[in-house]
């Protein structure tokens, strides 16, 4: 079992930069591999990007390539996503995830994170 807690977001102008964090509780934070995702109303919920249980792996989804960056501090049990290069279109609520398969690598499908944060809002005005 994890416990997950965003924090970081807010609203900033286009081109800007954010950084949200992801705290999670327990000792067995390393065991996992951390997936960020994004849902804006009327939308599915989005993958952003994952990260591999060393954090040696990141992937990212095609929408925020070359603009997001995910990474991890296992001994403090968070994961980063500093977000670069904000657009409106990037304007969501973001959730950090906790993948429950117990795999190396992030998944990039909701249906493979068993543990998820209540989300931080992100809001990129024009």
């Known amino acids: 079992q994890v416990q997950l807690v965003e924090s970081g977001g807010g609203l900033v102008q286009a081109g800007g930069s954010l950084r949200l964090s992801c705290a999670a509780s327990g000792r067995t934070f390393s065991r996992y591999a951390m997936g960020w995702f994004r849902q804006a109303p009327g939308k599915e919920r989005e993958f952003v990007a994952g990260?591999?249980?060393?954090?040696?792996?990141?992937y990212y989804g095609d929408s925020v390539k070359g603009r997001f960056t995910i990474s991890r501090d296992n001994a403090k049990n968070t994961v980063y996503l500093q977000m670069d290069s904000l657009k409106p279109e990037d304007s969501a609520v973001y959730y950090c995830a906790a993948d429950s398969r117990g795999a190396l690598a992030a998944g990039t499908i909701a249906g493979e994170y068993g543990y998820w944060g209540q989300g931080t809002q992100v809001t990129v005005s024009s």
């Open positions: 990260i591999s249980r060393s954090g040696v792996y990141t």
